[in-house]
């Protein structure tokens, strides 16, 4: 029998079946660099009919000849930098993965990214198990009450020991484990995986050492049969593993596994496309469809009939031959149709969106409708940003979109100072889109950029040579991090600026911002000042 459907080509029905939001699966990958996030995704895609063979993903990008090079940045450095989302439709359900970027110094937009999807796949490579970005992220989505399925990777590879893996996953991040999907051998003695559930063995004919093609159906882990297509010491070893994973560890239970209490776990070969069909259909068959998105005026619930959205991320030069900007735009409520009127809440003023855009692999197409659910980019020039709520005409806002204080400081320094309109307009520009964040100080005329972590300070420098024609430099400067002053009087405010001017700055939206030096002269800005909030984050608006 064969696993998987014949891929296929593009189709290009996909999303145009108006079956409301409970059909939608939007979900992100989280992983640390290199336990085999891209490889995943190709074969998700393959395996949803998306792309017609492995690799496209990457061979397509690569065709982009004109990609600039913040896109070689992320090429050479073997980081993935921007996210995108992918559309693709199998069996009835529209499954829309939104890419996040895995280097650490790109988690705020990750970040964002994790707000707007309802569930998450976290990849841990069997031979490393959890680290520490891996860490960083499955705490957001705990913190976001997102529900994860657990794909263990490269068990075609000598790795840890199943067991090892799933103590680590339960112990180190207090989660009850299920596993559905058991590795049959490792390493040089790989036979392939057995699920859990269906009985069904997925191996490769005819070397056992191949990508999986062959699916055979036992009637259970403990099968004769099975066992005589296994090499001995193989099958004994797979019978008493089994055998002691399902007594040791918890039953599969959707309820559990939606409230974040549990993670089925599914051991497989991204690269040799083992269990990756087992993970679609689990992903399918149980990650929640849209959930409620909180609000400031309670959370939107997605069966709402007028339509509500959010913009989580905003991009520049998606494509050469687009100039524009693209908001990627999450929506909670409603059904949107191509052409309608939306409130955009920021600026009071009505948004007609006649060119929505849905992402297929990396095509992109025009949609004539969204659900609850679905992801789509709307080009702009400007008018939207990350935060930014549409709705159908309500003025209620989403919340949870933080902005997070820099760890990184530099002053800009342009190399040729008539090109101070461009830095301007340039700075404005990935700003907007979160690439930095930028400080006007109250004392001096250069700008002050911050950044969660280095490499974003290359990918600016680069992006503003190319796409500005302006060449920048950075310089140090005493600041550490900034924060975001506030208080329930603004003269409170404007006093401690007053006193504090030489570390005192604007943000872009004219919030001011403190900029201590070091922890402790922010701690005693604190103690001087105990009617002021120096917050870390704030709420994008
Ligand atoms: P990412 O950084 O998480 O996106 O990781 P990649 O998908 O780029 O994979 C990192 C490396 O691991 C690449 O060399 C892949 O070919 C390899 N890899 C990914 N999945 C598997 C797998 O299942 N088995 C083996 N042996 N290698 C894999």
Not at 156 to 175: K, M, Q, S, T, V
Request: glycine share 6%; with cysteine; charged share 25%.
């Amino acid at each position: 029998m064969s696993a998987l459907p014949e891929p296929q080509i593009a189709p290009t029905s996909v999303r145009s079946k108006p079956d409301g939001s409970l059909s939608r699966r939007t979900f992100a990958i989280i992983s640390h660099p290199d336990a085999g996030k891209t490889t995943l995704t190709e074969k998700l895609l393959l395996a949803g009919g998306a792309i017609n063979m492995a690799g496209a993903v990457k061979v397509r990008g690569e065709n982009r000849r004109a990609r600039s090079d913040w896109m070689e940045i992320e090429q050479s450095r073997g980081i993935s930098v921007t996210s995108s989302v992918m559309t693709f439709e199998r069996e009835g359900i529209t499954f829309n993965l939104l890419d996040t970027p895995g280097h650490s110094d790109f988690s705020e937009d990750t970040y964002r990214t994790l707000t707007a999807v309802d569930s998450a796949i976290m990849v841990v490579d069997v031979a490393k198990g959890i680290e520490s970005q891996t860490r960083k992220l499955f705490e957001i989505c705990r913190l976001r009450d997102i529900p994860i399925i657990t794909f263990v990777n490269k068990v075609d590879r000598e790795g840890r020991d199943p067991f090892e893996i799933l103590d680590e996953l339960e112990a180190g991040l207090a989660l009850s484990v299920s596993p559905q999907v058991w590795p049959v051998g490792m390493g040089s003695d790989f036979q392939g995986c057995f699920d859990l559930e269906t009985n069904e063995f997925l191996h490769s004919r005819p070397r056992a050492a191949g990508s999986f093609n062959s699916v055979t159906q036992f009637n259970g882990p403990d099968d004769p049969a099975l066992h005589a297509v296994l090499p001995e010491h193989v099958a004994a070893k797979f019978a008493g593993e089994v055998e002691l994973a399902q007594a040791g560890y918890s039953a599969f239970d959707a309820e559990a596994y939606r409230q974040g209490h549990l993670t089925p776990v599914v051991f497989g070969s991204a690269l040799r496309d083992f269990s990756v069909d087992q993970l679609l259909k689990i992903v399918a068959r149980f990650a929640p469809p849209p959930r409620p998105q909180p609000s400031d005026k309670g959370a939107v619930d997605p069966l709402t009939q007028s339509v509500s959205a959010f913009v989580f991320k905003v991009q520049a030069n998606m494509d050469p031959n687009h100039r524009d900007r693209v908001a990627f735009v999450r929506f909670c409520s409603g059904h949107f149709k191509r052409g309608m009127k939306l409130n955009h809440v920021r600026s009071g003023k009505p948004l007609a969106v006649n060119n929505p855009i849905y992402f297929f692999a990396q095509e992109r197409a025009l949609t004539e409708e969204a659900f609850a659910g679905d992801v789509i980019g709307i080009p702009n020039h400007g008018t939207l940003r990350v935060g930014d709520t549409l709705t159908e005409g309500e003025t209620f806002r989403f919340t949870g979109l933080p902005s997070f204080a820099p760890e990184v400081m530099r002053r800009v320094r342009l190399e040729d100072t008539m090109k101070m309109k461009q830095l301007r307009r340039a700075l404005e520009d990935l700003a907007e889109e979160g690439l930095v964040q930028v400080f006007k100080p109250t004392i001096g005329s250069q700008w002050i950029v911050g950044v969660v972590g280095p490499l974003q300070l290359d990918v600016l420098a680069s992006r503003v040579r190319n796409e500005y024609k302006t060449d920048i430099t950075f310089e140090p400067v005493p600041y550490a991090t900034a924060r975001w002053i506030s208080a329930d009087e603004e003269r409170f405010v404007k006093t401690f600026m007053q006193e504090n001017m030489m570390s005192c700055a604007m943000d872009r939206d004219e919030r001011p911002v403190f900029l201590p030096k070091n922890d402790w002269e922010l701690r005693y800005a604190r103690e001087r000042n105990p009617g002021l909030t120096f917050a870390e984050t704030r709420e994008i608006v």
